[in-house]
């Protein structure tokens, strides 16, 4: 049964009935709460959408928009603090593409897993407030 099915017609036919009142009220909060759930879910990641299924169904591509501002900020992030400690100018890096299961892929792999402490070390300096602010500066 579609939702909107039964919001629109089973709902209000528990409402209005006089010998369902309990279910009505339980069935009313529930409602309420999933209506307050659903607008903290879409608010946070300031969703697009005429109605709170628009907005809902949109919440994967602003994760997906989010996340990518994260690897794009974290990238700029990691190459500044590469340029600053090598004073090698890194503006011209371009990204290596090894074949997938390739020794050098594999060396790679290790190289970046090796990172991870240094890249934690970094992020902690990056504000996760300001860098999904900045994603929706433009909206």
Do not use: C, K
């Amino acid at each position: 049964m579609p939702v909107d099915y039964f919001i629109f017609r089973i709902v209000p036919f528990l409402l209005n009935s006089s010998s369902n009142s309990f279910v009505s009220s339980v069935l009313e909060s529930q409602i309420q709460t999933l209506h307050a759930a659903a607008a903290t879910a879409t608010e946070s990641v300031n969703t697009r959408g005429d109605t709170v299924a628009a907005r809902l169904q949109d919440i994967p591509n602003r994760i997906r928009e989010v996340a990518g501002h994260g690897v794009r900020r974290g990238a700029a992030v990691a190459l500044a603090t590469a340029q600053f400690e090598t004073g090698h100018d890194l503006l011209q890096v371009e990204p290596v593409h090894f074949p997938l299961g390739s020794e050098d892929w594999w060396a790679f792999e290790e190289l970046a897993d090796d990172m991870e402490m240094a890249a934690a070390a970094i992020s902690e300096d990056v504000s996760i407030e300001a860098v999904i602010g900045n994603v929706f500066a433009d909206d």
